[in-house]
């Protein structure tokens, strides 16, 4: 007997008693981008290396370490996504869409890195991606923050995060303060772990956001970032907060808060929780107006974030808030050669006539005896009952499974009109 083949480490199926969440969360991600006019753009999942080694940075540990990179037949180098910003922007600007143009989009789909499996961070992953270009003031970053905080409300999940801000300044500025804590860190040298000593040499911002408990306090003393701001900066920060201010939306400005991509600057933002252990961050984004350059573009605004699905769901399912989502409303039974026939049918008709209604028949046989226990077991609300006798009658059995309500003999017209009342009522709760 042959080997089963198993799924690759990292990468997970979403099985069917998994899917209604997803879904769920699917629905409400979309009803909330539409309320604030942003449009969907779908992107390949396979791009040039050259894309990512030119956005991303090619001293940063997913182009060194994390990219699933291969050569195809022609030679050329090509890599799964292992984030979406780049492959938004290559596609606005190999389409024309940045020309004197504003746009709002936003994306959804699996990315690729090749990291230690854990708990909320696979190495398949879905995103929400959201990527706004032609926008240079303060009010399109909050309306970024804006849209999560909706989303977190309608959810139901608000009180179990935190939104937390910095800003990283231009690259004029961060020259200046990158070698301001290059002096601090290596009077320090002894003190650092193996990891930021080589970050020093290459990406020294990224001390700041170590996860070495031996290190917190050094970080904590380092120089600031904020102090090296210029006014136009801090202005644009200072934008960014009333807005926020004028709106009620917490939150708590962090001086350490760094992104792990070379091309962000002025605003970063990370909504946080402490409800799933150390994968706190569940969205983080910002502006990444020089990314456009390095793509080739004339000088742009950009700016945007990601979230993790998978974290997301983490989040919803430990606060207890799972929608409880039927796959099935209605079974139908259908014992004998005459009310096979007839079922499928009228199941057809039911399906015509009430829009809405989940209906499932039953296939392959069986008694009433085992169709009743199929019916309880996949939660359905009612039994549709047809047999050869009801057939000959022009009838139907309606049975509750989840009421004691007693079972009704309906013709096929009180059927129809008793499912559209019941579907009616299920929109309405």
């Not at 999560?148 to 004029?172: A, E, F, H, P």
Request: charged share 25%.
């Amino acid at each position: 007997m042959a080997q089963t083949i198993q799924a690759i480490r990292g990468m997970h199926d979403v099985l069917p008693d998994q899917t209604p969440l997803w879904q769920y969360t699917e629905r409400v991600l979309r009803e909330v981008m539409g309320t604030y006019g942003y449009s969907e753009i779908r992107l390949p999942i396979v791009e040039k290396t050259e894309l990512f080694k030119r956005s991303i940075g090619e001293v940063t540990d997913i182009v060194e370490k994390e990219m699933y990179t291969f050569e195809d037949r022609n030679g050329d180098s090509l890599t799964l996504r292992p984030e979406g910003t780049a492959g938004c922007l290559r596609a606005c600007l190999e389409h024309g869409l940045l020309h004197n143009q504003v746009h709002r989009l936003w994306y959804y789909g699996p990315m690729y890195r090749h990291e230690r499996p854990q708990k909320g961070r696979y190495r398949q992953f879905i995103q929400l991606g959201v990527e706004t270009y032609g926008m240079a003031g303060p009010d399109i970053d909050a309306e970024l923050i804006f849209i999560m905080d909706r989303l977190w409300k309608k959810l139901g999940i608000r009180d179990k995060v935190c939104l937390q801000l910095n800003s990283l300044g231009t690259i004029d500025e961060r020259i200046v303060y990158r070698q301001v804590l290059v002096e601090y860190f290596q009077a320090h040298i002894d003190e650092l772990d193996e990891d930021s000593k080589r970050r020093l040499q290459t990406n020294p911002l990224r001390i700041l956001d170590t996860k070495n408990p031996a290190m917190f306090d050094l970080v904590a003393n380092a120089p600031a970032l904020m102090d090296y701001l210029g006014s136009e900066t801090l202005a644009h920060f200072k934008g960014l907060t009333t807005a926020l201010d004028d709106l009620g939306v917490s939150y708590t400005i962090n001086t350490r808060l760094v992104r792990g991509l070379d091309y962000y600057s002025k605003t970063v933002f990370e909504w946080v929780t402490d409800e799933l252990g150390s994968q706190g961050t569940v969205c983080a984004g910002g502006r990444y107006d020089s990314l456009v350059e390095q793509l080739g573009g004339k000088p742009n605004f950009a700016v945007g974030f990601a979230m993790g699905i998978e974290r997301l769901l983490a989040l919803i399912e430990v606060a207890g808030l799972v929608p409880d989502v039927k796959a099935v409303d209605v079974f139908m039974i259908r014992v004998g050669e005459t009310a096979e026939r007839e079922g499928l049918r009228f199941a057809e008709t039911l399906r015509n006539e009430v829009p809405g209604l989940k209906l499932q028949v039953n296939c392959g046989g069986g008694s009433f005896k085992s169709q009743f226990k199929k019916a309880d077991k996949i939660g359905a609300d009612y039994a549709l009952i047809l047999g050869d006798d009801e057939v000959s009658k022009g009838q139907l059995s309606l049975k509750s499974l989840r009421t004691d309500q007693e079972q009704q003999t309906l013709t096929q017209q009180e059927t129809i009109i008793f499912l559209q009342n019941y579907v009616a009522q299920l929109s309405e709760s």
